[in-house]
């Protein structure tokens, strides 16, 4: 089993529905509202000067939904780059 985050700009949720959708991913923990700065993007700190925020969005799935969703990930990136968004995998151990 794999892990995968993605975090991305609140404002391009539905297209990160799409990704999930499109590879048959029908379960994940989504936490709205999370605040940061990244290289290709502008803060997003929920203030008056840096208005907007993230989202994240939790997955865990088997190993080859989770690489078509790793390159789906890769092809927002470079359709919305400038609206910030990136994925992390990692291994899964364990579930209980």
């Not at 789906?72 to 400038?82: F, I, M, P, Y």
Request: charged content about 25%; aromatic content about 8%; some cysteine.
């Amino acid at each position: 089993m794999k892990a995968v985050l993605i975090v991305h700009n609140a404002a391009i949720d539905k297209d990160v529905d799409e990704a999930l959708n499109s590879v048959g991913i029908k379960y994940y923990t989504k936490f709205p509202d999370i605040l940061g700065k990244g290289q290709s993007s502008e803060p997003h700190l929920n203030t008056e000067v840096w208005p907007g925020v993230n989202f994240g969005t939790f997955i865990v799935t088997d190993e080859a939904k989770a690489k078509a969703l790793m390159d789906g990930v890769q092809k927002l990136r470079e359709k919305l780059a400038c609206e910030g968004v990136k994925a992390f995998m990692w291994q899964i151990e364990d579930i209980t």
